[in-house]
């Protein structure tokens, strides 16, 4: 299934949460949705589920807006906050009031508690569970009618390390099976792990949408990783040419503004033996935090 977005916009009064944004989900990979606080991504969650009524524009799944779907809950499993649950029922309950209610088979209850780690405490009140163990409720409901389509906001808050892993290979395998996955979350060392595409917005604006290896090649940085017994012969050849070169170690410098192939050529010429010579690349945050810089609702001070 398809997610198409086309022209969204969404306002409180005369502030303008998403503007005329535009961009496509496809199926089988994960899709990270990513932006600044306050940047309108849980606002466009709303109104691609039709909980929030768009000023213009809209969201169509496989050509069909949410509110047109006959059975949603067997093609978009949503999960966009884990704590509006009634804290008097137990998580069984919870599950078996969605599974009547959209005409599941009860049994479908006691396979996702087992799935996302809840069987053994299926029967406990809701208001007893920890925000991790309702995030793993809230996941459950969505995979109750094994959608197509699942989206989610923050699935991993609340998550305790190995419960973050976790939900990273519960997404990372929904793709693999076909499923069209769309997941917001902070978290962008997870991120970089599990999600092949991104959609980048701030100030309800749409900055970049394209691979993660595209983002970071764009917004990253790149440099040369040199270490030699004579690295030092290096250093002051390479500066004269214009490069910037960094000690990270005694017999190892960090390159920047030279290729690998212009530092190779320049040891071959002066007889330096390399033991490493390798292109390192900036991370997923680093590229996402100058990508975003001017768009940033919040600027902090320096201390």
Known sequence: MTITVSGLTKRFGRKVA???????????????????NGSGKSTTMRCMLALDRADAGGAL???????????PLHEVGALLDAG???PGRSGRNHL???AASNCFPGKRVDEV???VGLAAVGGKRLKTYSLGMRQRLGLAGVLLGDPRTVILDEPANGLDPEGIRWIRDVLVHLASQGKTVLVSSH?????????????????????????VDQFVAK?????????????????????GGGATVDYVGDDTVDVHHATAPEVGELAARLGV??????????????????ATASVQEYQAGAL
Request: proline share 5%; hydrophobic share 45%.
């Open 219 to 239: 917004f990253g940085d790149q440099w040369v990783r040199v270490k030699s017994p004579r690295v030092a012969n290096l250093v002051e050849p390479l500066r």
């Open 187 to 211: 978290l962008l060392s997870e991120m970089a792990l599990m999600a092949s595409s991104l959609v980048v917005i701030g100030q309800g604006q749409l900055v970049e949408e394209c691979t």
């Open 18 to 36: 998403v503007s005329n944004l535009s961009f496509q989900v496809a199926p089988g990979v994960v899709t990270g949705f990513l932006g600044p």
């Open 61 to 71: 799944f496989d050509g069909k807006p949410y509110s047109a779907l006959v059975k």
């Open 84 to 86: 509006y649950v009634h």
């Open 273 to 290: 033996v390399l033991h490493e010579l390798s292109v390192q690349t900036g991370s997923l945050e680093d590229a996402f935090l100058k």
């Open 113 to 115: 508690l087992e799935v």
């Open 96 to 98: 078996r009031w969605l």
